[in-house]
Antibody, heavy 122, light 106 residues
């Protein structure tokens, strides 16, 4: 079955770092752009970052630019979001999702991971 | 950035009703507009992409329409499992932007 399985997350202090992981199963990972989306408690989703299918292009939300880094390894079907210098307003549920806007025809997030909670607090 | 304004923010409905949710963009999104359903404690699930294409496995009571800057999600014959929050997403330009959501409740 096609699925995305997430790991990582948890409690981190302000200014700290955390890495989120997302493993792809059951589809040709290297054929798809990938995206991270987050959701603050009681709020709608917010796009965080996207990366092209072979990792040659990346785009980030202004709110995370310079602090978060997205990368992927095609050999093991993994995509990551490295969170550095985190702030309290980064607290939320983070989802990886299949799709992105780098291909000729963008794909709008047709598969999502189960989500992982990030809590930034001292 | 493209802003997405979704309305209403919440609505009450009954089983069997026809429900319409609207999403307006501040500029043309070239029909790169998707609709998602989200239930409490779960991640969003895509219902509609390309403004009007139905995701595989989604019941045909869900339909999307519109073009340019104004789009509509219609649920014809609301079922108990449809009580949820719905979001639109423009994926024409980065940063991708979601609407604020519409909670459909009993």
């Amino acid at each position: 079955d096609e699925q995305l399985l997430q790991s990582g997350g948890g409690l981190v202090q302000p200014g700290g770092s955390l890495r989120l992981s997302c493993e792809a199963f059951g589809f040709s990972f290297g054929a798809y752009d990938m995206t991270w989306v987050r959701q603050f408690p009681g709020r709608g989703p917010e796009w965080v970052a996207s990366m092209s299918d072979v990792g040659g292009a990346t785009d980030y939300a202004e709110s995370v630019k310079g602090r978060f880094t997205m990368f992927r390894h095609s050999y093991n079907g993994m995509v990551y979001l490295q969170l550095n210098n985190v702030r309290a307003d980064d607290t939320g549920v983070y989802y990886c999702a299949r799709g992105g806007g780098f291909a000729f025809t963008p794909i709008a997030l047709d598969m999502w991971g189960q989500g992982t909670m990030v809590i930034v607090s001292s | 950035d493209i802003q997405m304004t979704q309305s209403p923010s919440a609505m009450s409905a009954s089983v069997g009703d026809t429900v319409t949710i609207t999403c307006r963009a501040t500029q043309d999104v070239n029909n790169y507009l998707a609709w998602f359903q989200q239930k409490p404690g779960k991640g969003p699930q895509r219902l509609i992409f390309g403004a009007s294409s139905l995701q595989n496995g989604v019941p045909p009571r869900f339909s999307g329409s519109g073009s340019g800057t104004e789009f509509t999600l219609t649920i014809s014959g609301l079922q108990p499992e449809d009580f949820a929050t719905y979001y639109c997403l423009q994926y024409n330009n980065y940063p991708w932007t979601f609407g604020q959501g519409t909670m459909v409740e009993v």
